[in-house]
Nanobody
Framework: HVQLVESGGGLVQPGGSLRLSCTGSGFTLDGINIGWFRQAPGKRREGVACISRTDGTAYYEDPVKGRFTISQDNATNTLYLQLNDLKTEDTAVYYC????????????????????????WGPGTQVTVSA
């Protein structure tokens, strides 16, 4: 049974940085597809970033390209998301989600109802960007 938990969110001014972490139990990073997602108030959940299990390539959705960096530490089974040059529109609850059947990058390009309902999700961590 996969269990995930995110941490590292907070309140930051525009242009600031945060580093989010995702860890848990019941999985290993090299044996599951896992990615970062976010949901802003009143908006649908969207994909942010993931790392392909096939070749290790990192993928990012357009709004965060060049500002966010995804990485992982297999020794601690932790997935990270470095958020730089934060903008007010980055305000959202950030989630990590894992599923063996949802490969990267398709899992972040379209957040399907199947992914929402059947993947393992953490409770999320709030990121608020405000002056």
């Amino acid at each position: 049974h996969v269990q995930l938990v995110e941490s590292g969110g907070g309140l930051v001014q525009p242009g600031g940085s945060l580093r989010l972490s995702c860890t848990g139990s019941g999985f290993t990073l090299d044996g599951i597809n896992i990615g970062w997602f976010r949901q802003a108030p009143g908006k649908r959940r969207e994909g942010v970033a993931c790392i392909s299990r096939t070749d290790g390539t990192a993928y990012y959705e357009d709004p965060v390209k060049g500002r966010f960096t995804i990485s992982q530490d297999n020794a601690t089974n932790t997935l990270y998301l470095q958020l730089n040059d934060l903008k007010t529109e980055d305000t959202a609850v950030y989630y990590c989600a894992a599923a063996t059947w949802a490969p990267c990058p398709s899992n972040i390009v379209v957040v399907t109802s199947t992914l929402l309902n059947a993947a393992s999700w953490g409770p999320g961590t709030q990121v608020t960007v405000s002056a």
